[in-house]
C-alpha cells in the first residue's frame, strides 16, 4: 500500500464523512468552482502580494490596487470563472469589503512577515506523510514563531473555537518536528465579521494533536482495507456537491 498523504482539509472530509473523503481523495472526482472559494483565493493572494510590498506601502489603497491585477490573473489562469461571476462589480466590491475588514484587524505596515504560503510537510510514520500550506509565519527577531491562517468566512460559534484551531495546530506540530521550536501563537483572522481569535499551543497540545492524526489515519487505513467508506449525514451535505451521487441520498 502506499503511503498515506494527509492534511488538514483531508483530515477534516473523512472526521466529517467518510464517503467525501473516498470521492475526494481516492476517486479524485472532479468538484466545479465554488464562489466563495475562489474569493477567498482572491483575497490570500493580494494580501500574499502586500506583504512583497515595503512596509510603508502596506496600505488598503495598495490591496485595492492588486484587487484588479490579481482577479485578471485568476481568469487568465481559469477562463471558468467568468461563467461562474455573474456581476463582476459585486465580486470584487464584496473582495474589497473583506480586504476593509482584515486592515481594522492588523496593521501590516507594523511589522515583517517571514514565510507566505509555506509548504510544510513531514513523514510522521512509515505509513503518514503529512502536509500543507500556511498563509503565514511571522518569526519575531526573538525567535518567537506566530503562524496566521485567513479566513474570509465568519468566525465560529462560541464553543467551536478550538475545533477551529485543528488545522493551525496540524502546522504548528509540523514547524516544531521540523524545526525544534513550538510556535508561540496561533492566529485565526475572520474577515467575514471582523474577528480574530488566538491560542497559545503546548508540547501537550501538539502532542495531543498528533495522536489525533495517528488515530484518524489508522481508521482511513481500515476504511481503504475493508473498502468501507460510510456517508456521514449532517447539515454539511446541503453544501456537498457529491450529494447527488451519495449512497446517503440517493435510491
Known sequence: MEMLRLSPS???DFTNCPQLYKYR????LPEPPSVDAERGKLVHAVLEDLFELPAQERTIDSARAALPIRWQ??????PELATLVLDEKEWLDRATSLLQNYFTLEQPHTFEST????????NLSDEMYLHGYVDRIDVAPTGQVRIVDYKTGKS???GWE???????????LLYWKNNGVIPKLLQLIYMGDTRLIKSTPTEKDLAKTEQILFDVAADILRAIERNEFRPRPSKLC???FFKAICPAHVG
Open 10 to 12: 483531508r483530515i477534516n
Open 25 to 28: 481523495a481516492i476517486d479524485q
Open 73 to 78: 490573473a485568476a481568469l487568465a489562469e481559469k
Open 115 to 122: 514565510y507566505r504560503e509555506l509548504h510544510l510537510e513531514r
Open 156 to 158: 465560529p460559534k462560541p
Open 162 to 172: 478550538d475545533k477551529a484551531f485543528f488545522q493551525l495546530r496540524v502546522y504548528a
Open 238 to 240: 446541503d453544501w456537498c
